[in-house]
């Protein structure tokens, strides 16, 4: 079956880094084009970046560019979420999402990013 | 960015009746060239990732009981829940996929009456 595990989050302080990994499984991997949706507490979905199939091709949201680098290994079953110049504002549970046929069908189970000081 | 607006931000249903949630997009999210809806509806139960129930504005994903319903085209789509159980208390999100960033409306949350 289809698992995503998302691990690397935790309390940071403000203008420091974190990477996010997340870990696939139950699919053929290279076949999938892979996303982070992020939930701040109580708050709603926020889409977060994207990337290809074969890594080529990477979308962000605009609050995270220049900030955020999203990556994926492929020999490694593993996307990733290089987090950089962290704000308060970026605490959430970060989602590892996969895409299939442009849906997104399957989610993990999240992992918590604090900012905090 | 294609915005997109639900409505109501919350109701409540008793028990066997019906719910209707309405979601509206900024922009069309009809793509002309194969005439689908890039439009998709997700459950989130509390403590709980969310699970997608339908995609392409009604086609009901596998498992997903059929209570369960999507409808509309262009920019304003409806889910449906026709009949409420108490395991359908959630709160529940559209989503574009016509473009990116992908988008969501703010989530509807269902609880009994």
């Known amino acids: 079956q289809v698992q995503l595990v998302e691990s690397g989050g935790g309390v940071v302080q403000p203008g420091r880094s974190l990477r996010l990994s997340c870990a696939a499984s139950?699919?053929?991997?290279?076949?999938?084009?892979m996303h982070w949706v992020r939930q701040a507490p109580g708050k709603g979905l926020e889409w977060v970046a994207a990337?290809?199939?074969?890594?080529?091709?990477?979308y962000y949201t605009d609050s995270v560019k220049g900030r955020f680098t999203i990556s994926r290994d492929n020999s490694k079953n593993t996307q990733y979420l290089q987090m950089n110049s962290l704000r308060a504002d970026d605490t959430a549970v970060y989602y590892c999402?996969?895409?299939?046929?442009?849906?997104?069908?399957?989610w993990g189970q999240g992992t918590l990013v604090t900012v905090s000081s | 960015d294609i915005v997109m607006t639900q409505s109501p931000d919350s109701l409540a249903v008793s028990l066997g009746e019906r719910a209707t949630i309405n979601c509206k997009s900024s922009?069309?999210?009809?793509?002309?060239?194969?005439?689908?809806?890039?439009l998709a509806w997700f459950q989130q139960k509390p403590g709980q990732p969310p699970k997608l129930l339908i995609n392409?504005?009604?086609t009901r994903e596998s498992g997903v009981p059929d209570r369960f319903s999507g409808s509309g085209s262009g920019t304003d789509f409806t889910l449906t829940i026709s009949s409420l159980q108490a395991e359908d208390v959630a709160v529940y999100y559209c989503?574009?996929?016509?473009?990116?960033?992908?988008?969501f409306g703010q989530g509807t949350k269902v609880e009994i009456k």
């Open positions: 989503q574009q996929y016509y473009s990116t960033p992908r988008t």
């Open positions: 922009q069309s999210v009809l793509y002309s060239s194969n005439n689908r809806n890039f």
């Open positions: 999402v996969r895409e299939v046929a442009v849906v997104n069908d399957y």
């Open positions: 990337i290809s199939s074969d890594g080529s091709d990477k």
């Open positions: 139950g699919f053929t991997f290279t076949r999938s084009p």
């Open positions: 392409w504005a009604s």
